[in-house]
Structures are given as C-alpha cells and as structure tokens.
Nanobody, 123 residues
C-alpha cells in the first residue's frame, strides 16, 4: 500500500519561503505523477502543481506560476513543493497526491493522498 507523508508546513510572513516534502513508501516516486493540492477553510480542494512520472514535465495553477516549484528526488523517494514569495492567500492545508493514470489536475485523478500539512501566511 502506497503511503504519503507530508512535512514542512508552518507559519510564515508574506514574502517568505517554505519547502514542503512528501515522503513516499510502498512504491516508487518515479512510478507516479506527483501532485500538490491545497484546501483553504470553506473552500474546495484545488490543484497547485504536479510533475510527470519522469520528472520532465510540470504544470501549475496560474496564481502560483513563477513562485512555486514541484520536484521529485528518486534517491530520496520524495516529492517537494518549493514555495517562494508566499502570500496570505496561499494559506491552506497542503496535500500531496500520487496517481498513475494521467498527467491531470483533478482530485479524482489521484489515487493516494497524504494527511496534509498546514501553511499559514501572515500579512
């Protein structure tokens, strides 16, 4: 059974940076499209970014382009979300997800989910 464990969240000020990690067990990070989603209070879970099986392609929602970077380390079997120039509107619980079917952006496209890590950005 594939398990994902996120870490790295916290409370930061606007303009700061954070790096979230997603440790994968029970499978190889190279076998999955790895994605990050987020969910703010009272809102639906939304796609943030993803990276293809090989790591050669990435995709981001418009509001994070140029600020966030998704990557994966095969040796560490871990995916990452580097977040720079954070804004208060980035405040949410961030979830790591893994899927094997497609390089898509929908919640239903992913089979495995982490428990989430809170990111809070103060103004």
């Amino acid at each position: 059974q594939v398990q994902l464990v996120e870490s790295g969240g916290g409370l930061v000020q606007a303009g700061d940076s954070l790096r979230l990690s997603c440790a994968v067990s029970g499978g190889s990070v190279s076998s999955y499209v790895m994605a990050w989603f987020r969910q703010a209070p009272g809102k639906e879970r939304e796609f943030v970014g993803n990276i293809s099986w090989s790591g050669s392609m990435t995709n981001y929602r418009d509001s994070v382009k140029g600020r966030f970077t998704v990557s994966k380390d095969k040796a560490e079997n871990t995916a990452y979300l580097q977040m720079n120039n954070l804004r208060p509107e980035d405040t949410a619980v961030y979830y790591c997800a893994a899927g094997s079917r497609s390089f898509r952006t929908g919640v239903a496209d992913y089979d495995y989910w982490g428990q989430g890590t809170q990111v809070t950005v103060s103004a």
